[in-house]
C-alpha cells in the first residue's frame, strides 16, 4: 500500500479561516462552470428525496437555498469558521461531537475537503458517515487537462457528453487554499477511491459534465 504523503512543509500548522470577504462574488466565483457542477449537487441530493441535509461548508449559499425551494428538505450549514455564520460551528473531522450519530439524510461535502491535509481526508469521510442516516456526498478538484464534449442534435434525440482530465507527474504544493487535487503524485483518482470506499460504499462516480475540474461521488453509509 502506498504511503501517505506528508503535509506540505509550507502548509500552516493549524487551519485558520482562508475565506477572504469578497470571495463568493457573483462575477469572479458563480462562473458557467461551477453553475453547472452545483446543478448536479443539487440533483444527486434531491434524488434521495431527503427530509435533512447537512452541507459542510457555507460557500456561496446557492445549494441550500435550492434545495430547500424544490424539496420539503431542511438545510443545514457547518463550518469550522463562524465568521461565514453557518448554523452549525464545527470542524468536519469532529463533526459527530457537535451533531451526534445519524441525525442527517445526507451529509455533503462539495469542494471542501481539499481544504483539509490529506491525512485529515478520511478521518472527514468517516464523520460524515456517522453524520448520516443514508448518502454522504462529495465532490473534490481533479487537477489535469480537461477533455469535454458536448454534442445534441434534433431536440437531444442524439446526444453525447465527455468529461474527462488528462494528468500528468506533478508534485502538489500547498497554494494556499487546496493542501492536494485528485491527480498529482500521490493523490491518483485510484487512491481517492479507495480512501473513500474505507468509510462508504461509493455507488457513483463522475467528471461533472461541462466542468471536469469537478469530480463527484455519490456514496451510501453502511449501516
Avoid at 443539487?42 to 459542510?56: D, F, H, K, M, N
Avoid at 451529509?107 to 469521510?125: D, I
Amino acid at each position: 500500500m502506498t504511503s501517505r504523503p506528508a503535509p506540505p512543509a509550507s502548509a500552516p500548522a493549524e487551519r485558520t479561516p482562508q475565506v477572504e470577504e469578497g470571495h463568493y462574488r457573483f462575477d469572479t466565483y458563480l462562473t458557467r462552470e461551477r453553475w453547472i457542477s452545483i446543478w448536479h449537487q443539487i440533483e444527486a441530493t434531491l434524488r434521495s428525496q431527503p427530509g435533512e441535509v447537512l452541507e459542510i461548508g457555507v460557500g456561496s449559499g446557492v445549494f441550500a437555498a435550492m434545495v430547500r425551494q424544490f424539496s420539503d428538505a431542511s438545510v443545514v450549514t457547518a463550518d469550522f469558521d463562524p465568521a461565514l455564520k453557518p448554523d452549525i460551528v464545527a470542524d468536519v473531522t469532529q463533526l459527530c461531537e457537535v451533531v451526534g450519530e445519524g441525525r442527517f439524510d445526507v451529509v455533503c461535502a462539495f469542494q471542501v475537503l481539499e481544504h483539509l491535509p490529506f491525512e485529515q481526508f478520511l478521518p472527514a469521510v468517516e464523520q460524515m458517515a456517522v453524520a448520516s442516516r443514508d448518502r454522504v456526498l462529495i465532490s473534490l478538484p481533479h487537477w489535469g487537462y480537461p477533455v469535454e464534449l458536448d454534442w445534441r442534435f434534433w431536440k437531444k434525440r442524439f446526444s453525447l457528453s465527455l468529461s474527462r482530465r488528462l494528468t500528468r507527474p506533478h508534485d502538489w504544493t500547498f497554494d494556499g487554499e487546496h493542501y492536494w487535487e485528485i491527480g498529482p503524485k500521490g493523490y491518483s483518482l485510484d487512491r481517492i477511491q479507495e480512501t473513500v470506499s474505507r468509510a462508504v460504499d461509493i455507488e457513483k462516480a463522475y467528471f461533472v459534465p461541462g466542468n471536469s475540474y469537478h469530480y463527484i461521488l455519490e456514496c451510501r453509509v453502511r449501516r
